[in-house]
C-alpha cells in the first residue's frame, strides 16, 4: 500500500521460490513486525513479509540459503547477528 525500494536482487537457480522464503520466514521469524494497516476502505490487513533485521544480515541469510548453509546458523535478534547452532 505504499512505494517501495529495490535494494538488491539475487537471481537463483534451481531453487523453489516458496522453499527460501519459508527458510528465510523461518530464520528471522521471531523479528516479525507485528502491526496493522488500515487501507483507505478502513479495511485491516496486517502484513507478515515484514522484518525487523539489518540489511546486511538479509544479505547473509539469503547468501546461506543459495550456499546451502542455512541450517547451520540462526539469527540472534537480541545481537543482530547471525551466530553458528
Not at 516458496?18 to 502484513?47: A, Q, V, W, Y
Amino acid at each position: 500500500m505504499a512505494p517501495v525500494e529495490i535494494v538488491d536482487t539475487f537471481r537463483c537457480f534451481n531453487l523453489n521460490p516458496e522453499k527460501m522464503e519459508s527458510l528465510l520466514h523461518n530464520f528471522f521469524g521471531k523479528t516479525c513486525l507485528n502491526i496493522d494497516i488500515f487501507d483507505n476502505k478502513g479495511i485491516r490487513h496486517s502484513p507478515r513479509e515484514w522484518f525487523i533485521v539489518p540489511y546486511p544480515i538479509v544479505r547473509q541469510a539469503i547468501l546461506f540459503v543459495l550456499d546451502g548453509e542455512i541450517q547451520n546458523f540462526r539469527y540472534d535478534a537480541d545481537k543482530q547477528e547471525i551466530v553458528a547452532k
